[in-house]
């Protein structure tokens, strides 16, 4: 008899250890702002990474920036540009899948023509090619229903940093 109870408590006693590890009280976190739980902390960091609008303040600085390198003859500050533009872009259609689609256009076909353009130092045909790229910017954004945003080849540098 004495074993028969043994038999019986041990599973008995496996389950209770188990189903008290499964209600464990969520863990906590200490920051500042962020929130308390793992769950508020990622909410909160993707909110504070913001969707494409914030991808697009960055690419219109790089924007600028790239063709004011173009200007200059500056091949390498160029290319740094052109890059961060593509970074900039990949990450925000991590944020946003949706807008990628229509961003196909530029990404397979003006990136790729201005890094070729770049590398060819040749100031003429940097412009043409500006002013491409620039009609693919605005492909995109007819496509994504904001033409109301148009962008047009810089006037006026405001950069800080002169070469
Ligand atoms: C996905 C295709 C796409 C491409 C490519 C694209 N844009 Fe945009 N752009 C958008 C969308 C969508 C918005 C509106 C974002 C929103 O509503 O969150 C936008 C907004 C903007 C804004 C306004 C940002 C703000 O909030 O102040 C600027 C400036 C801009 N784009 C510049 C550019 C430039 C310059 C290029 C090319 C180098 C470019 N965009 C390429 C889709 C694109």
Request: negative net charge.
């Amino acid at each position: 008899m004495r074993k028969f109870v043994r038999l019986l408590c041990l599973p008995l006693f496996s389950i209770a250890i188990f189903q008290a590890c499964q209600n464990t009280p969520q863990e906590t976190y200490e920051a500042e702002w962020l929130g308390e739980t793992r769950q508020e902390i990622i909410n909160n960091i993707e909110d504070q990474f913001q969707g494409f609008s914030r991808t697009m303040v960055e690419v219109s600085y790089r924007y600028k920036e790239l063709y004011w390198a173009g200007m200059d003859e500056n091949r390498e500050y160029a290319e740094y540009q052109r890059e961060h533009i593509e970074e900039a872009l990949q990450q925000g259609f991590m944020r946003r899948p949706e807008r990628e689609a229509s961003a196909q256009q530029f990404v397979s076909t003006a990136l790729p023509e201005m890094e070729e353009v770049i590398q060819m130092g040749d100031k003429e045909r940097f412009l043409e090619t500006f002013t491409r790229f620039t009609a693919s910017c605005n492909t995109c954004h007819a496509m994504e229903e904001v033409a109301f945003m148009t962008v047009k080849i810089p006037e006026e540098r405001y950069t800080v940093i002169h070469f």
